[in-house]
């Protein structure tokens, strides 16, 4: 997912991306762990999709306590 598609998400929309991220980065751990893993790169892939997901909710966290 693209940086300005998640923009244009709710703060429980990006919420629940981020629970399948996760969800999806332990499974792919566990694939790996086990041998069952044939794309590795995806675990970056992932675990990039995460980070941008908490950096946006982060950004908004801190522009939200600087209204206030």
Same mark, same amino acid.
């Given at each position: 997912?693209?940086p300005? @598609?998640?923009? &244009? #998400? =709710?703060?429980? *929309?990006?919420?629940?991306? %981020? @629970? /399948?991220?996760?969800? /999806? %980065?332990? &499974?792919?751990?566990f694939?790996?762990a =086990?041998g069952? %893993?044939?794309?590795t790169?995806?675990?970056?892939q992932?675990?990039?999709?995460?980070?941008r #997901?908490? =950096? %946006?909710?982060? *950004?908004? /966290?801190?522009?939200?306590a600087?209204?206030e």
């Open positions: 997912m693209r300005r @598609d998640i923009r &244009n #998400l =709710t703060n429980v *929309e990006i919420g629940r991306h %981020l @629970d /399948e991220a996760y969800q /999806e %980065l332990f &499974n792919l751990r694939q790996y =086990t069952q %893993l044939k794309n790169a995806r675990l970056g992932v675990r990039r999709e995460v980070a #997901l908490r =950096t %946006l909710l982060r *950004e908004r /966290e801190l522009a939200a600087q209204e």
